[in-house]
């Protein structure tokens, strides 16, 4: 076995950018194998999701599409990944919440070894070995997976998206197998997700971020400076557990992990585990009205300032510039 088999995640009837991630690691740990890579793609209504997971370069898609998969449940997805992953040398996907829940699980089901949120692939001696951080970034470990099928997740941040191609991969209905008796018990209830006009925080090229300092005021002030900028709002763990913001601006070890083109972190002291989701991005702006603050230690621009004078002066000049 030397091909490699990525799992697509699929909603509403489009690919999401996270499976682009997966399948740039999919081609490189093919090529070191000598093997191709497949894409799954999997769940109900798949829509444009085949079509676009056809143009990805692989040498296959195949897709389990069923009703019973209409709303994702970790329990329902394992036993057709794991079905579908047997084959395969290495099952991949991205470590986005679907991938975080998902892939273990798969895992399990093969009795497979699982490296999860890997930044980097490394090949040794033929074999393939994975970079994982740990301790908020603070260390690495080099793991390798001596069991027949390895499963993965990517870090998005660490693996460029893959471009859409030419070429349109042949595509492989499977039947989808069905859950054991006490996992179909488990019902969907719900799905809340939080709509916003602006970019997803892991896709955006310009995050603004901001931390407890912001209190009442951090709508308010981020928002303007965001639109203005396209840019998607983070927050700082500390912010989110205020209620200044949802828990889904998160960024750091237990929130998201970005690496966007220009990350503005206002407010935010720079905690260890809040740099282990940005320190990747290539140009880091702190905002601190402390110049001893950790977040400078890792900005490539800092302004020591009050924030509250700050920001609606930079929201004027750059509107005043756009205009
Ligand atoms: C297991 C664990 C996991 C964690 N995971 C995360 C995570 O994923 N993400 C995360 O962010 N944190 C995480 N944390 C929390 C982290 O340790 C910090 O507590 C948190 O990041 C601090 O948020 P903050 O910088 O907004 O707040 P603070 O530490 O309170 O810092 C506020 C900053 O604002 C500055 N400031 C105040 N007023 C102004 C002003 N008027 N103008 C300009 N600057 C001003 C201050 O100088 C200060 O630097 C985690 C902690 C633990 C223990």
């Given at each position: 076995m030397a091909d490699v088999l990525v799992v697509a995640e699929a909603a509403e009837g489009k690919l999401k950018k996270t499976t682009h991630s997966a399948v740039t690691f999919a081609k490189a740990a093919a090529a070191a194998l000598g093997g191709s890579y497949s894409i799954l793609v999997i769940g109900d209504a798949l829509g444009g999701a085949v079509a676009e997971a056809a143009a990805l370069g692989a040498a296959k898609v195949i897709v389990a599409e069923d009703?019973?998969?209409k709303d994702y449940v970790a329990e329902r997805y394992a036993p057709t990944v794991a079905a579908v992953g047997k084959g395969f040398a290495v099952v991949v996907g991205t470590a986005s919440a679907f991938g975080k829940d998902l892939l273990p699980r798969v895992a399990a089901k093969l009795g497979a070894g699982y490296a999860g949120d890997i930044s980097e692939l490394l090949i040794g001696g033929g074999k393939l070995q994975y970079k994982r951080p740990m301790y908020a970034g603070n260390a690495y470990g080099i793991a390798s997976i001596p069991t027949a099928v390895q499963v993965v997740s990517v870090r998005q941040s660490a693996f460029a998206p893959s471009e859409p191609g030419d070429a349109t991969a042949a595509t492989e209905k499977v039947a989808i197998v069905a859950p054991s008796a006490g996992a179909a018990r488990i019902e969907f209830v719900s799905f809340n997700q939080v709509k916003s006009?602006?970019?997803e925080l892991t896709e955006a090229r310009v995050v603004v971020a901001g931390g407890r300092a912001l209190k009442e005021s951090f709508g308010k002030l981020l928002d303007p400076l965001a639109d203005l900028l396209g840019a998607a709002v983070g927050a700082s763990r500390a912010a989110c557990d205020a209620g200044?913001?949802?828990?889904?601006l998160q960024v750091g070890q237990t929130g998201k992990v970005v690496a966007p083109s220009l990350y503005i972190a206002i407010?935010?002291?720079?905690a260890i585990q809040h740099l282990a989701g940005?320190?990747?991005?290539?140009v880091i702006v702190a905002i601190n009205k402390d110049a001893d603050a950790p977040i400078f230690q890792v900005a490539d621009y800092g302004l020591v300032a009050d924030l509250f004078q700050v920001v609606p002066d930079l929201v004027t000049q750059i509107r005043a510039a756009k205009a």
């Open positions: 009703a019973s998969l006009e602006r970019p200044y913001c949802g828990s889904e407010g935010i002291s720079g940005m320190k990747s991005s290539k």
